[in-house]
């Protein structure tokens, strides 16, 4: 893990309290990054939910091999939310990151996203490489303009999938499905269903009992 890395990883546990109160430089290098992207008018839900549900489950033992950052996909850190949360990422697509896992969330205006070129050759870059790839409501569309739901079964919002599926026919479109796991890549509605995906990533991270410890805690199983 390079040298940035490992600065991040132990700042965010010494702020936050990520993962072990303490770490070792050495623990450090072993740990594994669920990156979760994020962009000025990004629907709130689709980054809370995985930050949260992610969040919580790397206190545990069981998953303290990995950390989670906030991606930002532009060169500055703040973030202002669709809904007008303020968020503060911890790096940037601009930043040499070495990611396990990226999650995608979804905004409404797509033409602004597909034509970042810096923001697409990060999604196609970092999730060709990931481990998993999982993506939020129309964050769906940003991985098949990447590239990466090509004959891959995918789902976007609910009403959305025939327009995922005329923009981008490689893509094996499943209507009217709230997740669809096809391989390595998790694909959702997003909005309220974001934590569904996010305890279904969760459960192949660690196990089917793990994450639904987290649901537990988060009281996601009352629901």
Not at 87 to 113: K, M, Q, R, S
Request: aromatic fraction near 8%; proline fraction near 2%; glycine fraction near 8%.
């Amino acid at each position: 893990m390079p040298s940035y890395m490992r600065n991040v990883v132990m700042s965010m546990v010494l702020a936050l309290g990520i993962g072990h109160q303490t770490l070792s430089q050495e623990t450090a290098s072993k740990v594994s990054i669920i990156g979760v992207l994020a962009f000025d008018n990004v629907l709130t839900s689709e980054v809370t939910a995985p930050m949260e549900v992610f969040g919580a489950a790397t206190r545990k033992k069981w998953l303290s091999s990995y950390s989670v950052l906030l991606i930002s996909g532009t060169n500055e850190k703040k973030i202002v939310t669709e809904e007008g949360l303020q968020l503060i990422a911890d790096a940037t697509i601009y930043d040499a990151l070495e990611l396990d896992v990226l999650i995608v969330p979804g905004g409404y205006d797509l033409d602004a996203l597909t034509g970042n070129e810096v923001l697409m050759a990060f999604v196609h870059e970092k999730g060709k490489k990931a481990t998993w790839l999982s993506s939020n409501c129309s964050g769906a569309f940003l991985l098949a303009h990447a590239g990466l739901l090509d004959n891959v079964k995918a789902t976007t919002w609910a009403g959305g999938e025939a327009d995922l599926k005329r923009a981008y026919p490689k893509v094996d479109v499943q209507f009217d499905k709230n997740v669809v796991i096809d391989g390595k890549v998790i694909t959702s509605n997003g909005g309220a269903v974001s934590y569904l995906a996010a305890f279904k990533l969760l459960s192949k991270l660690s196990s089917p009992e793990h994450a639904k410890e987290i649901a537990d805690l988060l009281q996601f199983s009352r629901l």
